[in-house]
């Protein structure tokens, strides 16, 4: 059923939102097929394997962070950083659309201009720029 709805959106590749796709259509048709006094008890206890739809901008901010921490550690690595201090971290846009990409968020602009983006970091020419601690 993944498969097939990554086929609809025309993508050779099947995504995590094509699989929760899959896992909540089978569940439902099974709900649908029992009794109703019985769908309501499963339903219940099924409740925490269907999908909720999680705020884009939060999860975006989550994959953006996870970004950093690892260009981070990379750059203490390669510059030989010994101690904990505070780095500029750049992360190329087209990077972090890429990424986004796999969590069918492909439009970022409403995310770049929310007030969680902008209170952590700012946007230079082609690149996100923020400071972190390593």
């Known amino acids: 059923m993944s498969e ?76 030989g950083i010994e101690e904990l201090e505070r780095i500029e971290v750049k992360i190329p846009l087209d990077q972090f659309e890429y990424e986004a990409r796999d969590f069918s968020n492909h439009n970022i602009t409403d995310f770049l201009k929310s007030t969680s983006f902008i209170k952590e970091f700012q946007l230079e020419g082609r690149h996100i720029k923020t400071t972190t601690k390593i």
């Not at 699989?19 to 206890?45: C, G, P, Y």
């Open 4 to 79: 097939a709805h990554a086929k609809m959106h025309l993508r050779d590749y099947v995504r995590s939102d094509d699989i929760d796709m899959a896992i909540d259509m089978l569940l439902e048709s099974f709900l649908q097929s029992q009794k109703v006094s019985v769908a309501r008890q499963l339903k219940k206890k099924f409740e925490p394997y269907q999908t909720r739809k999680a705020d884009p901008n939060q999860l975006l901010l989550h994959i953006l962070n996870k970004m950093v921490q690892e260009k981070a550690i990379y750059e203490k690595y390669t510059k």
